[in-house]
């Protein structure tokens, strides 16, 4: 796999704290990041406020066509057994204003068939926006590995349903760079890349080391070269590693630290 020019890698939000939308694109900008995602759902709160201001989308929207970044994804859709769709409904509609492709989704319903039906919902809503809709297992949620997200994934016979890997996850979940070969690979629709130490914590600090104690590429002991010897050419990539030694810098700070970072893993590969 070769990644391209500028960075080749989109700035995740996580790595810089989760700002709002205008400081996600700055920090992008700061760190010569040539895409971002964006989180405009945090679970159990509201949807951002841009899903719901048109003026704020509009300043958005100009900001981010004034750097040059694009959009690569959204986040975070939770399948839970009751959902606000119309929630879900506000979050499409500024994931496609803003030009993104991909809409993210984990689970939190421990009922499979249940939650197959709630995804192909939200799949059968991002349908008229041309987005894609990733399902992300995580150790910690009701969808804990590749074959779990796999099979939730099938289970909708939504052809506008696929994967999202992160590598943290992967590893965390007990899984390896084999669980990669088809048909898992052909539908991932975004890869998150993160280092960490070789042994993870316990079981009850899985979440918290996820959202704060992850490395950057080539410093930690992850197999990433494997891992990326084995996407496809085309699935976007992000930088998603939010680390304890950067946590008190500001989002600007945080995201040319985490692309100097990521440009020195690249230039040793």
């Known amino acids: 796999m070769v990644i391209q020019s500028p960075l080749g ?22 760190g010569g990041f040539d895409s971002l995602g964006m989180t405009l759902w945090v679970p159990d709160e509201d949807c951002a ?23 690569t994804d959204v986040g975070v859709v939770v399948l839970r057994p009751r959902l606000d769709i119309d929630v879900v409904e506000r979050v499409l509609v500024t994931a496609h204003a803003l030009g993104a492709r991909l809409v993210i989704v984990m ?13 192909r919902a939200v799949a059968d809503l991002a349908r008229p926006y041309g ?7 995580m150790p ?8 779990e997200a796999q099979q939730l994934a099938a289970d909708t016979g939504a052809d506008n349903v696929g994967l999202v890997l992160d590598a943290l ?10 669980d990669l070969r088809e048909p898992a690979v052909r539908a991932l629709q975004l890869v998150q890349l993160c280092d960490a130490d070789h042994a993870g914590p316990g079981p009850d600090r899985l979440r918290a080391e996820a959202l704060a104690g992850r490395r950057y590429p080539g410093e930690g002991e992850l197999p990433l070269d494997r891992v990326l010897a084995l996407v496809p050419a085309g699935v976007p990539i992000t ?5 304890l030694k950067d946590a008190a810098r500001s989002p600007q700070q945080r995201a040319v630290r985490a692309a100097a970072a990521m440009r020195r893993f690249l230039s040793a590969r």
Do not use: Q
């Open 9 to 30: 890698v989109g700035l995740a939000p996580l790595t810089v704290g989760r700002p709002d939308p205008l400081t996600m694109v700055a920090a992008a900008e700061a």
């Open 49 to 71: 406020p841009v899903c719901r201001d048109r003026r704020l989308l509009a300043e958005v929207r100009r900001r981010i066509e004034a750097t040059g970044v694009s959009v």
């Open 107 to 119: 689970n939190a319903d421990d009922d499979g068939r249940r939650a197959a039906s709630t995804l």
């Open 131 to 137: 987005l894609l809709v990733g399902v992300e297992f």
């Open 140 to 147: 910690y949620s009701c969808t804990r590995t590749v074959a």
């Open 169 to 178: 996850h992967l590893f965390r979940s007990g899984g390896t760079a084999d």
């Open 239 to 243: 930088l998603e590693a939010p680390t």
